[in-house]
T-cell receptor, first 115, second 112 residues
Framework: DAGVIQSPRHEVTEMGQEVTLRCKPI?????LFWYRQTMMRGLELLIY????????DSGMPEDRFSAKMPNASFSTLKIQPSEPRDSAVYFC?????????????FGNGTRLTVT | DQQVKQNSPSLSVQEGRISILNCDYT??????FLWYKKYPAEGPTFLIS?????DKNEDGRFTVFLNKSAKHLSLHIVPSQPGDSAVYFC???????????FGAGTRLTVKP
């Protein structure tokens, strides 16, 4: 099993540009989560999907952020336009069941730098 | 709104001694708690968990204690090893919801 795969590993972009982060969850997992890690707030839950349907996006900081899961094997997190304060490590995680019952499997993250 | 708090950003202990990492939560609906460990340039990995019906869960050198009345849990590592040096995240969830809330993490350094 390849685990949760995120791409790119690193992204450097200029303020105002569109950024798209990608995630391939573990096959068979029906829950997918996007988290953001910052020094100040640690791991923040941005949004999670269950069976490809967004369940809770209350953690998405602004309308500039959007996430999609068009099928069970792919999800994207888009920031448009990006700002320097969006610089962080973004993690995708998946779970075979409800996260409360099955621990999350995290990808290695995408380090985003917005200049 | 930080529902899960780890107030110590860092902890340093000597190899062979006990490491105690602490975590507090504010949401009384949380009924399941986990600890994750994170090495640099990697995602967090699951370490140990406890449900609210228990007050202790042990797995080898790792023990998690839960004090529901104080809304506090702790992770004990004994004996600590240099390979335990990592960032430890506390996480909590509510069975009726599928989201997991994480603390800010504590960086543990175990000195040889």
């Amino acid at each position: 099993d390849a685990g949760v795969i995120q791409s790119p590993r690193h992204e450097v972009t200029e303020m105002g540009q569109e950024v798209t982060l990608r995630c391939k969850p573990i096959s068979g997992h029906n829950s997918l989560f996007w988290y953001r890690q910052t020094m100040m707030r640690g791991l923040e839950l941005l949004i999670y999907f269950n069976n490809n349907v967004p369940i809770d996006d209350s953690g998405m900081p602004e309308d500039r952020f959007s996430a999609k899961m068009p099928n069970a094997s792919f999800s994207t997190l888009k920031i448009q336009p990006s700002e320097p304060r969006d610089s962080a490590v973004y993690f995708c995680a998946s779970s075979p069941d409800r996260a409360i019952k099955s621990p999350l499997h995290f990808g290695n993250g995408t380090r985003l730098t917005v200049t | 709104d930080q529902q899960v708090k780890q107030n110590s950003p860092s902890l340093s202990v000597q190899e062979g001694r006990i490491s105690i990492l602490n975590c507090d939560y504010t949401n009384s609906m949380f009924d399941y708690f986990l600890w994750y460990k994170k090495y640099p340039a990697e995602g967090p990995t699951f370490l140990i968990s406890i449900s609210s019906i228990k007050d202790k869960n042990e797995d080898g050198r790792f023990t998690v204690f839960l004090n529901k009345s104080a809304k506090h849990l702790s992770l004990h590592i004994v004996p600590s090893q240099p390979g335990d040096s990592a960032v430890y995240f506390c996480a909590a969830g509510d069975y009726n919801n599928n989201d997991m809330r994480f603390g800010a993490g504590t960086r543990l350094t175990v000195k040889p």
